[in-house]
């Protein structure tokens, strides 16, 4: 899942962040509206946690830039203010959900988590294909009952590949959906990454190689 943090506080941005890359996101982050409009033009996003209060553009008009382009993105409003109003507001401009701070984590990933999932074709919790369960949500990953522990990237290519139920995923929509803007597009990240996942998924390989085009499971 690829989200992007909007926050003018700085430190509460890079928090959130942080967080949310170790639950195996990818994430961006921009500390103003105006940047936000300018990842939102160039990237494709399953979720943005917005800040309400901007610099440069409001919150409130970068959603409605959102809804005005018609994109599959969710957006998680985040606002200093819990009054009633304000919640009705945010939703009516356009929000998918609304969180008032301070927030606990462990929410704002759960309410990230349910947005990302309506931005596709509805799949159920837990995905499973090919004797693999994957948790997105406990973050685990089991073959034929054996628990498998991997890191967050590996997590997150594995989670795109079992999303996408058998299609073939290519390198480039990998790494747009795995790794942030910060990811050199010319390194054999990919290619390593998911070397790694398929000696940890053990034999027999469940992930194929589709020469020029991509992986499937």
């Not at 033009?41 to 553009?57: C, F, H, I, T």
């Amino acid at each position: 899942m690829r989200v992007l943090v909007v926050e003018d506080e700085q430190l509460l941005a890079d928090a959130v962040a942080t967080g949310l890359r170790r639950e195996a996101m990818a994430v961006d982050v921009v500390y103003d509206g105006a940047a936000a409009l300018e990842r939102i033009g160039v990237n494709d996003y399953d979720v943005v946690v917005l800040d309400r209060d901007l610099p440069l553009v409001h919150g409130d008009d970068v959603c409605r830039k959102v809804v005005e382009l018609g994109m599959p993105t969710r957006v998680l409003m985040l606002t200093a203010s819990g009054d009633v109003s304000d919640r009705v507001e945010g939703l009516e401009i356009g929000a998918d959900d609304y969180l008032p701070k301070p927030f606990a984590f462990s929410e704002l990933i759960a309410r990230v988590r349910a947005l990302g999932r309506r931005t596709s074709v509805p799949l159920p919790p837990v995905l499973e294909r090919a004797g693999i369960k994957l948790d997105p949500n406990r973050r685990e990953v089991f073959r034929d009952g054996k628990e498998v522990q991997l890191a967050p990237k590996e997590f997150a290519v594995l989670e795109v590949l079992m999303r996408s139920e058998g299609a073939v995923v290519s390198a480039e929509q990998l790494l747009e959906k795995a790794w942030d803007e910060n990811t050199d597009p010319f390194t054999n990240v990919v290619r390593v990454t998911v070397m790694t996942l398929r000696r940890k998924l053990g034999e027999p390989p469940v992930i194929v190689t589709v020469p020029g085009s991509g992986y499937r499971i």
